[in-house]
Each structure stands twice: as structure tokens, then as C-alpha cells.
């Protein structure tokens, strides 16, 4: 049997968020799990990874995550990495407030991605909506009150985008080549 690997570039990395979102919810299904998605630490984390594989692990990983997590629940980093050690990999902000260069570095990737075509703005601003929502544990006026908008504005995008998504066959659109 012919096997072909399906590698991840490094200039793709927020493809993992979709790709990931997607195993979720293939693993959810098979397994007959109602999972509330990933924990903010978990899509850092994911982010983070190198991925030195191929998509097989990125499948692999959230496959793991999706059976050790409890039903109900987000999938937490150690679901999906079990040597996980949250001292060394804490996020904090720099001496002066402001964050640091990784991150700063993570945000111009993200900025990066949409100005290049990578992910459309549409799907950026579904992530952004996305994890505000799960950050405020499904607290919309507080996921709201986070993005600068109103709860009904919120509400209205992300009807809409369940609306695009469901007229697309997709979840979350699929990133541009």
C-alpha cells in the first residue's frame, strides 16, 4: 500500500485552528462527544507546536484530546499533550505591560495570513468571534463587551457566519491557496 504524507508548511500555521476544529468535530461525532471546543491555552498550544509530522499527528493530537476530555467540556493542552508542563509554557505579559515577542510575533503571523490571502478575513474575524465567546464560557454580552461590540451585533455575525457556513457545506469557509 502506497502511503503519501500530507505535510504543514510553517508559512500555513493558522490553517492548523481550522484543520484542528475540524478533527474536533469528526472525533466529537465518532465518539459521540458534545465538546465546547478548544481552551484558549490548547490553541496556543497548537499554534506553538512545530509539527514535525504531518496532519496525521495534528489528527492524531486532537483525536487523543477529544477522548480524554470530559464530555461537555473543552479540550484542555493536556488532553491533547500529555508531557505538558504549564510552568514552562505560561503566556505573560512583558516588564512594561505590553506582550511579549512571541506573541507579538503570533500576532503579526495572524495579520500576515489574512493580508496574503491565507485565511480570508471572514474566517479571522469568525476565530476572533469564536474564541471570545468560548474565553466568556459562552457569556455572549461578555464575549461582546471584549470585541468592542454590541450583543446584538455579535449575535448577528455569528448568525451569519453559521448561516455561511451551513450555505457552504463547510465549517468555516476553507482558507484560500
Known amino acids: 500500500m502506497l502511503c503519501r504524507s500530507t505535510f504543514l508548511p510553517s508559512d500555513r500555521k493558522l490553517d492548523i485552528l ?48 477529544v477522548m480524554l476530555a470530559p464530555n461537555g467540556n473543552h479540550i484542555a493542552i ?10 514552562v509554557t505560561e503566556l505573560r505579559l512583558d516588564g512594561k505591560g505590553g506582550l511579549t515577542d512571541s506573541q507579538r510575533e503570533s500576532g503579526k503571523d495572524f495579520c500576515e495570513a489574512i493580508l496574503s490571502g491565507k485565511i480570508t478575513l471572514e474566517q479571522a474575524n ?23 461590540l454590541s450583543r446584538p451585533q455579535l449575535a448577528y455575525r455569528l448568525e451569519h457566519q453559521s448561516e455561511t457556513s451551513t450555505k457552504n457545506g463547510k465549517q468555516n ?3 484560500v491557496s
Not at 475540524?22 to 498550544?45: P, T, V, Y
Not at 469568525?126 to 468592542?148: D, F, H, I, Q
Open 18 to 65: 481550522i484543520l484542528a476544529k475540524s478533527f474536533l468535530k469528526k472525533f466529537s461525532d465518532i465518539n459521540g462527544k458534545k465538546l465546547r471546543g478548544f481552551s484558549d491555552k490548547a490553541k496556543l498550544a497548537l499554534l506553538a507546536y512545530q509539527w514535525p509530522g504531518n496532519i496525521r499527528e495534528l489528527q492524531n493530537v486532537v483525536e487523543r484530546g
Open 173 to 175: 469557509g476553507s482558507p
Open 126 to 148: 469568525t476565530l476572533l468571534a469564536e474564541a471570545a465567546v468560548e474565553k466568556a464560557k459562552g457569556n455572549l454580552s461578555a464575549a461582546a463587551r471584549m470585541l468592542g
Open 78 to 87: 493536556n488532553h491533547m499533550f500529555p508531557s505538558y508542563n504549564e510552568q
